[in-house]
Nanobody
């Protein structure tokens, strides 16, 4: 059973930075495509970023492009989301996900089979 555990969320001021991490419980996930999504109160879960298993391709939502960077370390089964220049509208619960179907990365949350429990990110103005 694949388990994903996020960490690194918290409270930060506008313009600040946070680095989220998502550790997987099994090395099998090292060959899965990985993604980050977020959900603000009263809104649907939305795509943030995704990365192929090899790390050779990345995709970002327009709202975070140029500010967020997704990366992965397959030696420790972890994917990261570096978030810079944070804005109040980035406030949400952030979820990591894994897609075993591959090989293309997807923005569709229904493509991902495994999810973490989420970590809260709050950006104060």
């Amino acid at each position: 059973q694949v388990q994903l555990v996020e960490s690194g969320g918290g409270l930060v001021q506008t313009g600040g930075s946070l680095r989220l991490a998502c550790a997987a419980s099994t090395r099998t996930v090292s060959i899965y495509e990985r993604g980050w999504f977020r959900q603000a109160p009263g809104k649907e879960r939305e795509f943030v970023a995704a990365i192929t298993w090899s790390g050779d391709a990345r995709d970002y939502a327009d709202s975070v492009k140029g500010r967020f960077t997704i990366s992965r370390d397959n030696t420790n089964n972890t994917v990261y989301l570096q978030m810079n220049s944070l804005k109040p509208e980035d406030t949400a619960v952030y979820y990591c996900a894994a897609d075993k179907s591959g090989p293309m990365i997807s923005r569709n949350r229904h493509t991902y089979e495994y999810w973490g429990q989420g970590t809260q990110v709050t950006v104060s103005s």
